[in-house]
């Protein structure tokens, strides 16, 4: 059985900066793509980055580029999302998904962990 796991979050005020892990088990693709998703309350849930750990290939939404950073560390099982000078409008709960399906990071990813809530105070 696959389990995802977020954590990290909190509260935290604007500017200033978190990081959040995620941690699969039961996954048994040597490579594979993670996405991190958010979704704040009354909004629709809206992806913030993905990462392919078969050749290192970032992304991120727009709202997040040069504040948020996706890495992993492979041995361990955990994806990290850091995430820097944070805003108001960052307060979400935030999910973290793994696939195995090459280029495969959108809602419908296979695993979904249940999140983890970050609330930023202005």
């Known amino acids: 059985e696959v389990q995802v796991v977020e954590s990290g979050g909190g509260l935290v005020q604007a500017g200033g900066s978190l990081r959040l892990s995620c941690t699969f088990s039961g996954f048994t693709f040597d490579d594979y793509e993670i996405g991190w998703f958010r979704q704040a309350p009354g909004k629709e849930r809206e992806g913030v980055s993905c990462?392919?750990?078969?050749?290192?290939?970032?992304s991120y939404a727009d709202s997040v580029k040069g504040r948020f950073s996706i890495s992993s560390d492979n041995a361990k099982k955990t994806v990290y999302l850091q995430m820097h000078s944070l805003k108001p409008e960052d307060t979400a709960l935030y999910y973290c998904?793994?696939?195995?399906?090459?280029?495969?990071?959108?809602?419908?990813?296979?695993?979904w962990g249940k999140g983890t809530l970050v609330t930023v105070s202005s």
């Open positions: 990462l392919s750990t078969s050749d290192g290939r970032t």
């Open positions: 998904a793994v696939d195995g399906r090459p280029g495969k990071c959108d809602y419908d990813m296979a695993f």
